[in-house]
């Protein structure tokens, strides 16, 4: 069985900082590229960030120089280091293999930035 679980999530003013992990199943993860995806209140969940097998990553826009995105390939975890937040970072963020599959969502962790 499948299993991502997010944890990390809070309330941060902006400005700050929030670390977010992911563990994910053995054979899930190795075979996989990971990624961070989001969603926020009202809007339909997007994709963050991406960390390949090989390590090579890639972010969206908005989040680019203020988030890093990286893998523990021995602890089978994904990581989502969160600098620099905003309020329009505020979300539900979730863990997955990319592109994301639909039996692979886990509940999430919460991100609130307060302004």
């Known amino acids: 069985q499948v299993q991502l679980i997010e944890s990390g999530g809070g309330l941060v003013q902006a400005g700050g900082s929030l670390s977010l992990s992911c563990a994910a199943s053995?054979?899930?993860?190795?075979?996989?590229?990971m990624g961070w995806y989001r969603q926020a209140p009202g809007k339909q969940r997007e994709w963050v960030a991406t960390?390949?097998?090989?390590?090579?990553?890639y972010y969206i826009a908005s989040v680019k120089g203020r988030f890093t995105i990286s893998r523990d390939n021995t602890k089978n975890t994904v990581y989502l280091q969160m600098n620099s937040l905003k309020p329009e970072d505020t979300a539900v963020y979730y863990c997955?293999?990319?592109?994301?599959?639909?039996?692979?969502w886990g509940q999430g962790t919460q991100v609130t930035v307060s302004s």
């Open positions: 053995a054979a899930i993860f190795r075979a996989s590229d």
């Open positions: 960390a390949t097998r090989s390590g090579i990553t």
């Open positions: 997955n293999v990319v592109p994301g599959r639909n039996n692979y």
